[in-house]
């Protein structure tokens, strides 16, 4: 079997399915895809779609689903690419297809993931936020596998079409923060090694909002972050509201962007326990040295007897 296999965006992680050539908004392809075409729904197997939490929020309202059931019932947890991030893929039926797919089509189309609607176009980023002050360089390219006829059709686009006609726009507007919190992440590199705890709060923030409205309202969130209570309102009835929030909690906790501003007797509070502790680390110190001292006298003393 054909390994098809494709990355966040669509893009095939085969290379000799990617056409060797950067394309901008305004680069023009050939592309269709409908019931008539022989492939259809051939693109929908062996593939590795990774849910952004805009995807996640989509996917769970239409099928009116909370977000720990569907998690469990629909997807697999995973690594994002070339970082320590913990996300989650469609899971795969035992034919190696998306369980939404029917011979008659997506049953989820409205609300399908980001790649799905990228594809066969995909979107690359370089610095992927690494240096600071430097915008990243972004392009696009072509998938064009083997068993795709799309390709073969009259109907042509420039990219900027495709990607409103898909509405993928409107996706990356609401992907843009959570991406830019993993491409910085991914500039750091694995030698910088992220604590089992951050993963697990990146996990539930990312995949379970359900879960994060209840860690604001029900912990000691409010008792550290100073949060206006208009924000609170719209996070409290908006799940969209409730996801920005989530990415400025993100970057604040994970890289201390000031997203959030920690409340003032909160900072005062973390002073006072540095400075007790540095207060105890000095008197361990001085102990040590009176201790050292002590016994180096001792010796001097028997040495001199």
Known sequence: MTDKSKGLFGGDTNPSNILPRKYTLDSKIKFRCHPGVSCFTACCGNINIILTPFDILRLRKYLNLPADEFLLRFTTPMFIEKTDLPGVRINLDENGRCPFVTDEG????????????????????????G???????????????QHCKGHEEDKEWTIREWIADQGVDVCDKMNKEWLEIVMRRKSFGFQASMSEEAKKIFFMVSTDLDK????????SFLDIYDVD????DKIQEDDIELMKFSFRYLASSLF??????IKDEKIKERAAQMQEKQG????RAKETYESLKAERDRLMQERNK
């Open 229 to 232: 209570q208009e924000t609170l």
């Open 106 to 129: 997506c049953t989820i189309y409205p609300e399908r993931p980001s790649a799905c609607r990228y594809y066969p176009v995909g979107m690359a980023n370089f610095h992927e936020g």
């Open 256 to 261: 201390g962007t000031g997203d959030l501003k």
């Open 212 to 219: 994060f409205k209840r860690f604001i309202f029900e912990s």
């Open 131 to 145: 240096e600071e002050g430097v915008d990243s360089e972004k392009f696009y390219f072509l998938v064009q596998e």
């Open 280 to 283: 105890d680390v000095e008197e």
